[in-house]
C-alpha cells in the first residue's frame, strides 16, 4: 500500500491566505536533514528552510465542486531544494520536514496520502488590515507581520539584496518531492498556480518551536511575503526510481 503515499491522483483548492517566512541556515545544517537524491537550492553558504502558514478553501480531488472539499488551516515546514531527473532534468522544488493542520481528518489524510509528515495541533489565526497574527500553543509557534503600505525593507539579517532576489524563495515552487528509501523511489508532484503576487511584509515578533528544536547554529530572518486568493492544483505524482 505505500503506493498511496505518492499522492495517487490531482487536487485543487484555493490558498485564501498565505504568509511565508524563509530563514537562512548554514548550507551544511540543512543539507543533513536532506534524503539523498536531494541538493539544496542555496545562495553562496547558506540553504533556506521556511515556515509557510496557509489559510487553504476547499481542497478537494481534481474536477468534484468546491462544497466538497476540506477547509484547514495548514503550517508547513519546507527546504528549498533541486533534484536531477532521470531525464537529466533539474527541477526546483520544496522539501517539506513537517506538516501541522487544526483539522484532525486531513491530518489523516494526508499521511494516507502523501509522506508530508501531518500532526494536529492547535492554530489561532487573526488577520486586519494592519496585519496577521499566528499562534499555536502545541507548536509553540507566534508571530505577527504587519502590513507597511510604503513596502518594509528587508530583514537586517537576510543575505538577499533586493525583494526580487527574495521572492525565489517565497514559494509555492513548481515541484515538491518526497524520498522513500526502502524502494530508492523519488515522488515528485508538480503544483500548478493561476496567479501568484506576493507581497512582503514586516515581521514584528517570531517564535517558531520546530526550527528551535532544530538547533541550527544560525537562523536568520531573510524574507516574508504574504498572499491572498491563489486557485491551486497539484498534479497526480509521479515516482521514479533514483540511482545513487
Known amino acids: 500500500m505505500q503506493w498511496l503515499k505518492h499522492h495517487p491522483f490531482a487536487v485543487e483548492a484555493v490558498l485564501a491566505r498565505t504568509t511565508v517566512l524563509t530563514y537562512a541556515v548554514p548550507a551544511p545544517e540543512l543539507q543533513r536533514l536532506l534524503p539523498p537524491c536531494l541538493t539544496l537550492d542555496n545562495l553562496g553558504q547558506c ?55 487544526d483539522k484532525r481528518q486531513m491530518a489523516l489524510l494526508g499521511d494516507v496520502f502523501t509522506s508530508y509528515r501531518y500532526s494536529t495541533i492547535d492554530i489561532q489565526e487573526q488577520t486586519t488590515s494592519a496585519g496577521q497574527l499566528i499562534t499555536s500553543a502545541q507548536a509553540n509557534l507566534h508571530i505577527e507581520t504587519a502590513t507597511e503600505f510604503d513596502g518594509p525593507d528587508l530583514p537586517g539579517s537576510s543575505p538577499f539584496t533586493s525583494w526580487a532576489q527574495a521572492r525565489r524563495f517565497a ?28 507581497q512582503p511584509v514586516a515581521v514584528r515578533a517570531a517564535r517558531i518551536g520546530f526550527l528551535e528544536e532544530l538547533g541550527f547554529s544560525e537562523l536568520r530572518l531573510a524574507s516574508a511575503f504574504t498572499m491572498s486568493d491563489i486557485p491551486y492544483e497539484w498534479q497526480k505524482g509521479r515516482a521514479e526510481l533514483w540511482k545513487a
Not at 56 to 83: C, E
Not at 174 to 180: A, E, G, I, M, N
Not at 181 to 194: C, F, M, N, S, Y
Open 47 to 101: 540553504g533556506f528552510v521556511a515556515v509557510a502558514m496557509v489559510q487553504t478553501n476547499s481542497l478537494r480531488p481534481k474536477g468534484l465542486p468546491a462544497w466538497l472539499g476540506q477547509s484547514f488551516f495548514l503550517i508547513g515546514y519546507r527546504i528549498f531544494v533541486r533534484y536531477t531527473s532521470a531525464a537529466s532534468k533539474r527541477l526546483r522544488g520544496l522539501y517539506i520536514l513537517k506538516s501541522e493542520t
Open 171 to 198: 514559494g509555492p515552487l513548481p515541484f515538491t518531492f518526497s524520498y522513500h528509501p526502502t524502494q530508492q523511489q523519488v515522488v515528485i508532484v508538480q503544483g500548478l498556480r493561476e496567479e501568484w503576487k506576493p
